[in-house]
């Protein structure tokens, strides 16, 4: 029985890995359709990292991100979070609405919204994918979008539940643009047992 | 748990509670960094500073080791905000007021007055307890500073 994710073959790994990269490439034609503007997305890493490097995969715990997170209830309980720092939030904005890279100097309302969209597509892509891989249904709540320090945003997901495994499924998200790469990470927090009924359903555990 | 005049921070508090215990007579200043509310109903309570009643109970017995006296000790604390509107809809989900309420009543079940705090609200805390002077800084993103 596979407790967390630190326990995951590389196989396993593989198959979360493509998962990953169908959820992208569908998030992009989304997002493309959505603004009308051009959008490549890759994934070009999907990592499992202990719970408490998570905030420093982006900046450390106190610094100011923008969050989107869903809870998810169906055939397994997870919590996924999309997580970019907020100059990668301010350029995805500028690609987003088609403006030149630096052209927003903040985060108002509307660049809000349209990274909240991004966070949901993205998330809804990236499980709609698992569950054609698995044959499972996940049911996501409408996002919920905080701007604020990476650790206050996670502890309070943690302690929500009390216990989560000790790792966590990164999707390393890349957009591309010219020479800027607007890299966001979206993180999958299952709850204990979850996991394993995912990497069930994918065949990747016999 | 240190000797004055050490600093004590913990960066990005959400629901979860900074607990600042001191005598300023000692010299003699702790911080806790609680996740929930009680270790009774956790499924594994091994690691006692993880929760607002184990976590009490250990900072006072550390502190009296570094030759605090209980009665002496005083307490502020900050955190416990609820980030997130979903689980806002649901008491069982509102950890920061259940973590706030929880260190409340071990606090003053160990008879440790609170004389300072900065709790609540929906956003994230950064908080740096100076153990000379007893103050505590809680700095936030968008909601100002202060001192308590």
């Known amino acids: 029985m596979i407790q967390d994710f630190s326990d995951l073959t590389g196989l396993q790994i593989d198959a979360l890995k493509e998962v990953g990269n169908v959820g992208a490439g569908n998030a992009a034609t989304a997002l493309a359709t959505m603004t009308g503007a051009r959008v490549e997305m890759s994934v070009p890493q999907v990592g499992i990292v202990p719970f408490n490097k998570v905030a420093d995969m982006v900046g450390g715990a106190g610094n100011a991100v923008v969050g989107v997170y869903l809870m998810v209830t169906g055939s397994a309980t997870t919590n996924m979070l999309f997580l970019l720092s907020i100059d990668k939030a301010l350029l995805l904005v500028d690609l987003l609405m088609g403006q030149p890279p630096g052209y927003h100097k903040i985060l108002d309302e509307m ?55 000790d790792h966590v499924l990164v999707v390393e998200n890349k957009f591309n643009r010219e020479e800027y790469d607007i890299i966001g990470h979206l993180f999958m927090l299952p709850e204990p047992g979850s996991l394993n009924k995912i990497l069930t359903a994918l065949g990747v555990i016999f | 748990m240190v000797r004055s005049p050490d600093r004590l921070i913990t960066a990005g508090l959400g629901s979860c509670i900074g607990i600042c215990l001191i005598d300023k007579t000692a010299k003699v200043g702790g911080m806790a960094h609680i996740m929930l509310p009680s270790s009774i109903q956790a499924r594994n309570a091994q690691n006692r500073a993880k929760f607002a009643d184990t ?74 307890f100076d153990t000379e002077s007893g103050d505590l800084l809680v700095r936030t993103i968008g909601h100002g500073e202060k001192i308590i």
Do not use: H
């Open chain 1, 111 to 165: 660049s809000l919204s349209a990274i909240s969209e991004v966070g949901n597509i993205i998330t809804g892509t990236y499980l709609n994918a698992l569950a054609s891989f698995t044959g499972m249904q996940f049911v996501p709540t409408v996002p919920d979008l905080v701007v604020d320090m990476a650790g206050a945003i996670l502890d309070s997901i943690l302690a929500q539940f009390g216990e989560l495994g």
């Open chain 2, 55 to 128: 976590a009490v109970e250990d900072m006072i017995y550390e502190m009296e080791k570094l030759g605090a006296i209980k009665r002496r000790i005083v307490a502020k604390i900050a955190g416990g905000a609820q980030m997130f509107k979903i689980s806002a809809a649901s008491d069982i989900m509102k950890i920061g007021l259940r973590n706030d309420q929880a260190v409340e009543s071990a606090l003053a079940q160990a008879k440790i007055r609170i004389v300072a705090k900065d709790t609540g609200g929906n956003f994230g805390r950064t908080i740096i």
